[in-house]
């Protein structure tokens, strides 16, 4: 599998949002987290993606092992989404570079309703702090300014992008999503 400038979406078991995405979207067993596969590369004999997600720790680059994401990828735990757009690297790299280390968006309870009742985010500090489609949504737009999923879904803004808006975007093309709904029905 091939996964440069990529979008991944990962299912992850989280309560809260799969809610969200059941009351918004009506799917329970869908996308709950997004990251950026950045590059590979090989070292000591072993494949690497450098992937660039919101986490815990904020913005992290970090290497995943090639095999553990083809694995995720064939337990359908891993939707792959390919731009229908060619992404400009340099411009992707500065972004990269300009937010790395910047803090995660934690959402406060008053959020964590609105995204269970409305299936949206609204993170307070959207100029230092992310979520993780929020930065990839964010970081796919630097790279091509055609792939505003923001503007073209109509969302007020890019912290209420979720994972699961990236996944109906006609802007991206996704592998697994079909399969990863029929690994947990």
């Known amino acids: 599998m091939k996964y440069k400038l990529k979008a991944l979406n990962f299912n992850y078991p989280n309560i809260p949002i799969q809610i969200g995405n059941l009351i918004h979207y009506g799917k329970f067993n869908s996308a709950t987290h997004t990251a950026f596969a950045w590059y590979e590369f090989t070292e ?32 359908g735990k891993l939707a792959i989404g390919t731009p229908i757009y060619p992404i400009d690297e340099k411009k992707v790299e500065s972004f990269i570079k300009k937010t790395e280390g910047q803090p995660y968006a934690w959402m406060k309870l008053k959020d964590m309703a609105v995204y269970w009742f409305l299936g ?46 990236l996944q109906i975007s006609k802007l991206i093309k ?12």
């Open 44 to 75: 000591n004999n072993q494949e690497y993606v450098m992937v660039v997600e919101a986490a815990n720790q904020g913005i992290v680059i970090s290497p995943y092992e090639k095999w553990w994401l083809d694995l995720q990828y064939e337990k």
């Open 120 to 165: 949206r985010t609204d993170v307070e500090d959207t100029d230092t702090a992310w979520i993780c489609s929020e930065h990839t949504c964010e970081l796919l737009r630097i790279g091509n300014s055609k792939l505003d999923i923001v503007k073209e879904l109509n969302l007020p803004q890019n912290d209420y992008c979720s994972p699961m808006d």
């Open 174 to 185: 996704w592998e697994q999503i079909e399969r990863i709904t029929k690994v947990y029905s």
